[in-house]
């Protein structure tokens, strides 16, 4: 009877770690897309150059354009999906004009109409919030169990 109790706890164990690591995923990439799509689009040069990386942020522009923002929220999911949720991971774009599209001019004037108060700053406050419900948290788990049943 103890070498069950044993055996249930450790499969619990299990399950609940990869049921965190789901749900970790799957609150990353919904941040991650909403920074994406938030990117305001001329060519879509700033779009595409997102970078999805794992221990520490890139360092390179990538030359390419993705105006819809869909091949950089694929690479980005698989990305997620296959990051073991240990160490950081990291969305950098390096194009010399982000600041600018975050913050704003030097004289105060918005970046871009599209987006006049940032992609990452509003992002991260949206996640926070997000994250200080214990219910949002709650639904996660929640629908993460009926999805893996």
């Keep these: 009877m103890a070498g069950q109790f044993v055996i249930d706890l450790q499969r619990f164990a299990k399950n609940a770690n990869a049921e965190v690591k789901q749900a970790i995923r799957k ?3 919904e941040a991650f897309k909403r ?3 938030r990117t305001p689009v001329d060519t879509g040069r700033a779009r595409a150059n997102w970078s999805l990386s794992t221990g520490a942020p890139v ?3 990538i030359v390419g354009e993705d105006k819809s923002g869909s091949a950089t929220l694929k690479k980005t999911s698989d990305g997620v999906m ?3 949720c240990s160490g950081g991971i990291f969305l950098s774009n390096n194009l010399p004009y982000i600041p600018v599209l975050e913050y704003g001019k030097d ?3 918005p970046g871009s109409n ?3 108060n940032g992609m990452v700053r509003i992002t991260v406050a949206e ?3 997000w994250a200080r ?3 949002n948290v709650k639904s996660t788990l929640t629908e993460i169990r009926s999805q893996t049943r």
Aim: a negative charge; aromatic letters at 8%.
């Design 133 to 135: 419900s214990a219910s």
């Design 127 to 129: 996640m926070q919030a």
């Design 82 to 84: 296959v990051w073991e």
């Design 114 to 116: 599209q987006a006049p």
């Design 35 to 37: 920074v994406i799509l």
């Design 27 to 29: 609150i990353t990439l």
């Design 59 to 61: 360092t390179f522009s």
């Design 107 to 109: 004289d105060g004037t």
